[in-house]
């Protein structure tokens, strides 16, 4: 199995920043892809940015602009820059990593969430 752990979170300001960091239990550059996601009381598991093996990186449209998801391969470390931060943004941070297994669709592994509070 793949094990993820994320750091990071904390209570912030709105207008703050933070820096999560997922570590993975294994080279970064075999996952086809790597991303953050984020859960709110109440409400169903968004994703937030995703960057693939080949550096490519997508956001949700809320987080564009603010947000910057990055990579340190020799570090087998993701990593989630969160400036601007707004109340809206208050959630569990959850890591996510696909490992793709040939002739089979692959599978999900998790974090454990940490937690982000944007509050005056």
């Known amino acids: 199995q793949v094990q993820l752990v994320e750091s990071g979170g904390g209570l912030v300001q709105p207008g703050g920043s933070l820096r999560l960091s997922c570590a993975a239990s294994r080279p970064i550059f075999s996952f086809s892809y790597m991303g953050w996601y984020r859960q709110a009381p109440g409400k169903q598991r968004e994703l937030v940015a995703t960057?693939?093996?080949?550096?490519?990186?997508n956001y949700t449209g809320s987080v564009k602009g603010r947000f910057t998801i990055s990579r340190d391969n020799a570090k087998n470390t993701v990593y989630l820059q969160m400036n601007s931060l707004k109340p809206e943004d208050t959630a569990v941070y959850f890591c996510?990593?696909?490992?793709?297994?040939?002739?089979?669709?692959?599978?999900?592994?998790w974090g454990q969430g940490t937690q982000v509070t944007v509050s005056s």
């Open positions: 960057i693939t093996s080949g550096s490519s990186t």
């Open positions: 996510n990593a696909h490992v793709p297994v040939p002739l089979l669709e692959g599978y999900d592994s």
